[in-house]
């Protein structure tokens, strides 16, 4: 399968997401650069971290007029799997592929730390290869990532099941000492209702080698080539099952 | 024409940079101060739209771009010409 790294004007975290997915998970991966209108193929769609266009207006407010975000969004309907990690969160977020809004962080610092975040849906694209309730420990980086969404909004995201990161101490518990940012329901990554739209604020890429301190990360990676390179081969009846009950 | 745009806040959503001023407002002994909520000012200048069109057109970009509609509320007015 074939990786594409969005790359925008102010985007950081393009090369650590290009070497993780190229150089650890060791899969063809591309730079996409957001004025390009074409996707060359890719299966899978990255949104990387950063601070596109200097996080003017609002977090990730510019970047979704980028002419290739249009084409992120057709890929995105049509199914295509798109991942956002923490800007790239926020950029879904303003496109409205995933639904809510980012405020900014409760105690209006800047966070740059390992935290924890307990997985709370194992059967995702992007969580497969995890265990329901295992605690994966990955930095975040970010001023924004008090996750906002009206109570309606919040009630059917938890209906849907669409929590899939809480923040969490190191033995999985939800406490609000873990919720470092101030986050509604302690949610620190959602995916959109059909499944194949993510975003995170915690940053996978950088927890993917030991040399890091954690590989915790590849697990979302992983997961990723678990579901779309075995879906290649030869559709699952598990798999169809599941998408209906999605 | 000259338009002002205001974006801040919808009430349900907490402003923790608000919160931030009007605890330094108490230090500061400013007891008064019962509230503060931050906002965005934006000041466009339009060419050659009426006022009529101003009334739709301004609307139309606070909703899409200058404001997040899922946090924010918006008000306007003219500031010059009409």
Known sequence: MKFGVVQFPGSNCDFDTYHALRRVMKRPTVMLWHKDHDLQGVDCVVLPGGFSYGDYLRSG?????SPLMQQVKAFARGGGRVL?????????????LLPGAMIRNKNLKFLCQHVHVRVEDARTDFTRAAKKGQVLRIPIAHFDGNYYAPARTLAEIERNGQVVFRYCDADGRITAEANVNGSLGNIAGIRNKEGNVLGLMPHPERASEALLGSEDGRTIFESLLLSLERRKTAPRPAARKKARHD | MKVRVLVSFKDSVLDPQGQ?????????G???VKDVRQGKVFELELEGATRK????????????VLANPIIEKFEWDILKGR
């Open chain 1, 61 to 65: 407010a510019i970047a979704r007029f």
């Open chain 2, 20 to 28: 931030t001023v009007k605890n330094a407002l108490h230090t500061m």
């Open chain 2, 30 to 32: 400013y007891a008064a």
């Open chain 1, 84 to 96: 956002g990690i923490c800007n790239g969160f926020q950029i879904l977020l303003e496109l409205g």
């Open chain 2, 53 to 64: 069109e101003a009334e739709a057109l301004v609307p139309e970009i606070a909703r899409r």
